[in-house]
């Protein structure tokens, strides 16, 4: 359930907002808990430790080889690595710019707070957001991505797959609190006017501890990891070449999706914390 504004240096890439009513077909289908075990290669890591404690993997699992491979070790955004600006699709609440995406300490910070001097026409809030291509566009691969946020309350994150020719849809998202500690996974297919959904749930997991968010696309299926346990599967819908995208986002709280708004228990600024990013094609894949 989410959508990508204008960043700085394609204007013309946009994320909308997905109306589950009229036309749109939503098939729902929730998990609690369910795992099943995965080996995924995760030892050796470029850092000595990295702020999350658990190094990035230095080894593909078996088939793989990495076409991706970030541990924020600078103190500037890395190329390849491409912040938003501007409005989030048609969602008034928020606005996305590049002064609230960070580099430091080794991690990628995503930063939501009132910040007047950099908000929209509509409220005050003001969060980040940024995507990562070309090195990551793929139509099959696994995504990784170790990650917190300071609070989980009122403010919505969300870790997802982009068609990179921003025609949408589809659409991955492998992590969305929707503004609550919890995640959520969502396939959306189809058309822009006839969307079909299918939807999984972890309702208890704790946002603000450092997990590991993983999407597995397959041509027939697409696997969602948590600390390299797979924990849902899905039917896959179409084959198209897709990025990795991160974002905040804050929603009007007269929204139509159940989203939580900012309140009286949302803190002053909440962050997104990406400790790392690794991205695994195939190893007969194409590559855009």
């Given amino acids: ?11 013309v890439r946009r994320r909308v907002i997905r109306m ?16 099943v075990a995965t080996p995924r290669a995760t030892t050796s890591a470029t850092k000595a430790s990295g702020p ?21 070790a600078g103190t500037t955004v890395p190329s390849g690595w491409h912040p938003y600006q501007g409005q989030a699709g048609t969602d008034t609440a928020g606005w996305w710019d590049p002064s609230h995406v960070t580099v430091g300490n080794g991690m990628l910070t995503l930063h939501a707070s009132k910040d007047p001097a950099h908000g929209g026409p509509n409220s005050p809030w003001v969060e980040g957001g940024i995507d990562q291509w070309p090195a990551g566009v793929l139509v099959n691969g696994e995504y990784l991505v170790r990650s917190r ?10 870790a997802l797959l982009w068609p990179d020719d921003d025609n949408w849809p589809p659409e991955i998202d492998f992590n969305e609190s929707n503004g609550t500690n919890e995640s959520t996974a969502t396939l959306t297919w189809g058309t822009v006017a006839r969307q079909h959904q299918l939807q999984a749930r972890l309702p208890q997991v704790d946002l603000t501890q ?4 993983g999407v597995i696309v397959t041509p027939k299926t697409i696997t969602y990891t948590l600390d390299g346990t797979r924990w849902a ?5 179409e084959q198209v070449a897709m990025h990795l995208a991160l974002q905040q986002q804050v929603w009007a709280c007269d929204n139509q999706s159940d989203r939580v708004c900012p309140s009286a228990a949302t803190p002053k600024a909440v962050n997104l914390q990406v400790d790392w990013v690794v991205v695994y094609a195939p190893d007969n894949a194409t590559h855009f």
């Fill in 20 to 35: 589950l009513a009229g036309t749109v077909v939503v098939v729902l289908a929730v998990v609690l808990g369910t795992v």
């Fill in 210 to 213: 450092w997990h590991t968010w």
């Fill in 149 to 158: 946020v300071s609070s989980a309350t009122g403010v919505t994150e969300v």
């Fill in 1 to 11: 359930m989410s959508r990508k504004g204008a960043h700085s240096q394609r204007p």
């Fill in 52 to 72: 999350s404690g658990q190094l990035m993997p230095s080894r593909a699992p078996r088939g793989y080889h990495a076409v991706v491979a970030q541990d924020f």
């Fill in 233 to 237: 599967t899905m039917a896959n819908h």
